[in-house]
Nanobody
Framework: QVQLVESGGGLAQPGGSLRLSCAVS????????MGWYRQLPGSEREWVAS???????SYADSVSGRFTISRYNEKSTVYLQMNDLKPDDTAVYYC???????WGQGTQVIVSE
């Protein structure tokens, strides 16, 4: 059974930081490109960042320079370090495999004073 479990969400002030984690099981993690998406109620999921099996990272323009995606294959975990958070970053954040379409349950991030 494939499982993706996100953690690390919560409340942060504008300009603050959070680090999201996504622990993956049931697949050979090192063989999968991984991604983070986010979603607001009533909106479509928005791509945030991706990391390939060779650790090449890509970012949406809205988060480039503020967010960093990384992976630790030995722990089957992908991370999203979020710095200089803005209220517009408020959303539920999901991790996903970029093939075979496995998704986690999401973790809520709220950026507010």
């Amino acid at each position: 059974q494939v499982q993706l479990v996100e953690s690390g969400g919560g409340l942060a002030q504008p300009g603050g930081s959070l680090r999201l984690s996504c622990a993956v099981s049931g697949i050979l993690f090192s063989l999968y490109d991984m991604g983070w998406y986010r979603q607001l109620p009533g909106s479509e999921r928005e791509w945030v960042a991706s990391i390939s099996t060779s650790h090449r990272a890509s970012y949406a323009d809205s988060v480039s320079g503020r967010f960093t995606i990384s992976r630790y294959n030995e722990k089957s975990t992908v991370y999203l370090q979020m710095n200089d958070l803005k209220p517009d970053d408020t959303a539920v954040y999901y991790c996903t495999t970029l093939v075979q379409n496995f998704w986690g349950q999401g973790t809520q991030v709220i950026v507010s004073e």
